[in-house]
């Protein structure tokens, strides 16, 4: 039950939500937040939820591309249920598992939020979906810094450690971007750098999500409860 929570469903999640979004991309009909006469999907000029709405910024119908990536964004829960699961890999100590209990609860809503973000296409709950997206990342601060701490403090390698550590700093210097960075309308080079660091802290937390397994996996062995 362990493995399957904290080592397959970690690795299943992240791998999905790569290939829809590749594939959300190819179905993209076109259009970006300053130019509807984009053709197609455009890496650096595309925000990521742009996948998710129900016609594309062109103004088409985007129907294959907003299912294959709500779904991707929806399947997010399972991460966070699946991190519910972790703190019982700690119970050997008593202040790593009640550390990894609130990690877990922070990592448990942020993916909530995500999956909000999938549940509320931008052009349909424009505020709802705002208020997701924005969120999702600020909530997991707290999740990464207590996991570093509970990682730190057990046998897991400490590259675990420093990657988490890392995630952090990512995605805090990323919340402090979306405060002060200025907005994506001002021009199409504003557009292209929130475009492009939101993808690199998206595909950089969901690395992070995958890499994890494996050091979960390490502290099945541990306390052979697989």
């Known amino acids: 039950m362990y493995n399957f929570f904290t080592v397959t469903i970690l690795r299943f999640v992240p791998i999905y939500f790569v ?32 996948l998710g709405g ?21 399947l997010f829960v399972a991460v966070g249920i699946g991190f519910l699961f972790v703190p019982m890999l700690f119970k050997d100590n008593k202040i790593n598992f009640y550390s990894a209990i609130i990690g877990s609860f922070f990592f448990f809503i942020g993916t909530v939020f995500f999956a909000g973000v999938g549940l509320t296409p931008h052009d349909l709950y424009r505020s709802e979906h705002i ?12 999740a990464g810094l207590i996991y570093v701490f509970v990682f730190f403090r057990s046998s897991v390698p400490n590259f675990y450690a420093y990657l988490t550590l890392a995630f952090f700093i990512f995605t805090t210097s990323y919340v402090l971007y979306q405060l002060f960075g200025g907005s994506p309308f ?37 306390l052979s409860i697989a």
């Open 19 to 50: 290939i829809s979004c590749l594939v959300a991309a190819y179905f993209y009909p076109g259009g970006n937040l300053l130019d509807p006469q984009q053709v197609g999907y455009s890496f650096n000029h595309n925000f990521l939820s742009d």
């Open 54 to 74: 129900y016609t594309s910024r062109s103004g088409e119908i985007n129907f294959l591309s907003q299912f294959f990536f709500n779904l991707s964004m929806f």
């Open 131 to 142: 208020f997701f997206a924005i969120n999702a990342f600020r909530i997991l601060m707290p």
């Open 186 to 222: 001002d021009s199409i080079d504003a557009l292209k750098q929130h475009v492009t660091i939101q993808k690199f802290i998206a595909f950089a937390s969901t690395i992070n999500i995958f890499v994890l397994s494996f050091g979960f996996k390490t502290r099945i062995k541990y």
